[in-house]
């Protein structure tokens, strides 16, 4: 088992990684608690539910998707937990993919203003990104993730077995998360997963928990540093500037957010050549691709995805923001680069895509 | 003027009283400040909007009313500034009365996972009471501000100049809230409301400028030592359970808020003169009655408010809690009180009401 600490302003819990975690959420309940709130979708309650077999709970059904991902959902997720008996010592229980740790998370952190959650994720991605850090939210119609709260959980539970149910597609959209992470703080795990790809492909366990726990590690570090995106916690957009305005440019129906983060990844790993003299380009490119196929990008326009920019969250005024390497384990955030440039390393990924 | 320092762990700011101080806004926006949104109503906005002469702005209208006070108007909001150009550094100020400094502030609380507000109250009521302290939300179906979060505001600025515009009813709806803090915490101050109704009532600047400040005082205090309403902070409930359960029972249509809660006053001190030997009961029923009249109570049913009671958001594990006078300036919070003698109170009140 590997646990590791995250250091908040607000809240300091720990991230487990270990086999058989999503049992233990019993542990990590308050010791004055109300009801549990399993918020979940019915494919992973069929899949993993009991897990609760042993906690008394209600569970709450989120109906999935990414165009579910939306306030109004959770309004409705409030008023059955009302109806169900929540109260302020009540506990949620986020217990699915990226999508419902999002949204699960922020019906914890807005309900009666704010009552706590545990974050079981089921997917790879999940496990890697959306559970550790606090950060909460749902969509707009104007972009991904602009309502949300910076609300840390209890606890995050991280139990690679569940990856045993996940289809191969999922699974390497959530590798790309793991790349991006040696990419800006790890030339080590970057160089385990260019040589031992056939081991993590093949999902083999003990590479398996090795590369979630040096992400889960990474992410934890740097959120503990920085919980609200001032600083240092902005590296972990690298590949996602770019990434954002694929997703939006294609309805969040094309592309799963990992294969986004891919694609902006190689556009960003083209302008770092450009504007940070990267000498690593070539390497990181090929293990991106290496991972892949990500679906085709046939038919997506480079000027559309650039003008879509200057709309994505990170852009403060009017100013673009790219996480650019310096090398591999290290990056740098650029502000002000030339929109041409942005455009034509948009343009080199399309072509090559 | 008077200044009031509000410290919590999530920020600590000024709760500033003094005639003129609604144009005071620029001196509180961050350095780095952003587009400054204004979220308000056409009625205020008509009487008051000058204050922002100075001041580059967009306006968002709230349309106003206890029963758009949803979700749905704050994610609403929350696209219109989105198409106006809000970014990460944009600032909400909320100006108006209760419900717009709620919904203005959870909306600021919840736009990006949080930009910041500054509070500016329009009612007497807002001013002593919804804009200090960092509350902020939303109603569901089920129940009175049931989504929201505590964000605190980078200042509060309360001028009684602007309550010159105020109808009567909605400014001794105000009053209410202010014999409400010289019950729970300033004998002197509800001595002052009982002896100099007459120059309260016709608002006369030197009093009603001591009032505001001395209501404002304590609600400073109350919440610099108890942020998250964990222990102290529950006195500021005083009147309320009962009051939401009014609110509630007649749809949030016939009672303001101050007057259903000067109703759950009255009720809460009969409750008193039972469970804690209260012995200034007569004294504080007096006070109430004379800020009057409240609306007609005709045809409201004593158990049906009493058995609203339990759906109230401060129940905790199917546990009632009343905050209770012990004498004028103390309460003490109760709870397992007997649901006849609550029921028997409620009734007094109604009876005589």
Redesign the interface.
Known sequence: MASFRVQT?QRTYDAIVERGAIRRIPEFLPQKC?KVFAVTTKDVWNLHGSAFTQIPHNVIFFPGGESRK???E??AM??QM??AGA???SVVVAFGGGIVNDTGGFLA??????IPVIQVPTTLLAQVDAAVGG?T?VN????K??????HQPLAVLIDPDVLKTLPDREYRAGLYEIIKCGVIRDANLFRLLDEDIASVLAQEPAIVDRIIADAVRIKAEVVSNDE?EGGLRRILNFGHTVGHALEAETQYSRFLHGEAVAFGMRAATVLAERVTDLKDAADIDRVIVNYGPIPSLKGISAKNLAARLV?D?????GNVHFVLPTKIGEVTVVSGVDYAQVLESIEAVLGGG
Chains 1, 2 share one sequence.
């Open positions: 302003p109300g939306r306030i109004s959770v309004e409030a008023e009302l109806a109260d302020r010592s952190a807005i309900f009666m203003r704010g950060k939210g707009l119609v104007s972009g993730n602009l309502l949300g709260s910076f609200r709309s969250k990170k852009t403060i005024q």
